[in-house]
């Protein structure tokens, strides 16, 4: 083999690393099969609203200076099927008809207090929907808007750098395996 061809047989071999990297990293889906929803700027900051609600700031910063609201809407549109993305599109319209209908004012508008208390319903109704779906597995069913919204939050806040270094305990570079560590009580969770 003489020089010109290892270099071409590199050439193939890299550029075949580099394509495959660019398709990982472009998003679950390929770009002819994403559809997605629209979400506009208002989508989001409710988005961001229902997520503090689920992990608001306390002795650390909540879900919305995590910018989990933006998250969903990529994970929404880029990881769901179909289906889903209509469920969860769904799923705001009906928060906020919600919120009109119980308390004559838009989601945004709303106390906390009473924020908690409509998420709070919805979280009761979602897992009524997962019990009578265990009960009936023929039954077709269909993800609950709001433990998607709830699961996305939670990936959304745990993974971003506040979750990880401010929530958690992140150790960048972790030391040794210890499977035995003592627990002092009020210690936080290992990222």
Not at 18 to 42: M, Q, R, S, V, Y
Not at 80 to 96: A, P, S, T, V
Not at 127 to 133: L, P, T, V
Request: proline share 4%; with cysteine.
């Amino acid at each position: 083999m003489d020089r010109r061809e290892a270099i071409q047989r590199v050439t193939v071999l890299l550029g075949g690393t580099i394509l495959g990297a660019n398709a990982f990293l472009t998003g679950c889906k390929p770009a002819d099969e994403k559809t997605g929803e629209t979400f506009t700027d208002k989508d989001i900051a409710m988005l961001d609203e229902i997520a503090e609600t689920i992990i608001p700031a306390t002795n650390t910063p909540g879900a919305k200076a995590a910018k989990v609201g933006a998250f969903m809407t990529v994970m929404v549109n880029d990881c769901y099927e179909e289906k889903d993305q209509k469920e969860f599109k769904q799923g705001l319209n009906k928060i906020r008809e919600a919120s009109d209908k119980k308390y004559d004012k838009s989601f945004m508008e709303i106390s906390s207090q009473q924020r908690l208390e409509l998420l709070t319903g919805l979280d009761a109704e979602q897992k009524q929907a997962a019990e009578k779906q265990k009960q009936d597995p023929k039954d077709d069913y269909q993800k609950h808007y709001f433990r998607m919204m709830k699961e996305l939050t939670l990936l959304g806040y745990f993974t971003s750098e506040i979750g990880q270094t401010q929530a958690l305990r992140y150790e960048p570079v972790p030391g040794r395996y210890e499977g035995c560590v003592p627990y002092k009580k009020g210690d936080r969770a290992w990222a």
